[in-house]
């Protein structure tokens, strides 16, 4: 018998597959990666530090990062 189904997550630098569990979860918040968090827009990555840089430097060029930040204020 099979066990529970096992949720498949990739990191969203490296594209990386792996079961959730085994990947961490963040969220941006005020243009950086919060982990853990159990709110707002999830994004998984490997738990190494130079995929989770990769992943906030991707990030800003995408401008998701800038996208909270932006109030209305014009440069
Ligand atoms: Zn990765």
Redesign the pocket.
């Known amino acids: 018998m099979k066990r529970g189904h096992v949720p498949i997550r990739t990191?969203?630098?490296?594209?990386?597959k792996a079961p959730g569990h085994e990947?961490r979860r963040f969220i941006l918040k005020e243009g950086r990666l919060v982990e853990d968090a159990r709110q707002g827009y999830g994004l998984y990555?490997?738990p190494?530090r130079?995929?989770?840089t990769?992943?906030l430097t991707r990030l800003r060029k995408q401008k998701v990062v800038r996208a909270d930040k932006e109030d209305g204020s014009i440069e």
């Open positions: 990191c969203r630098s490296c594209r990386n990947l990555c490997c190494t130079e995929c989770q990769k992943l």
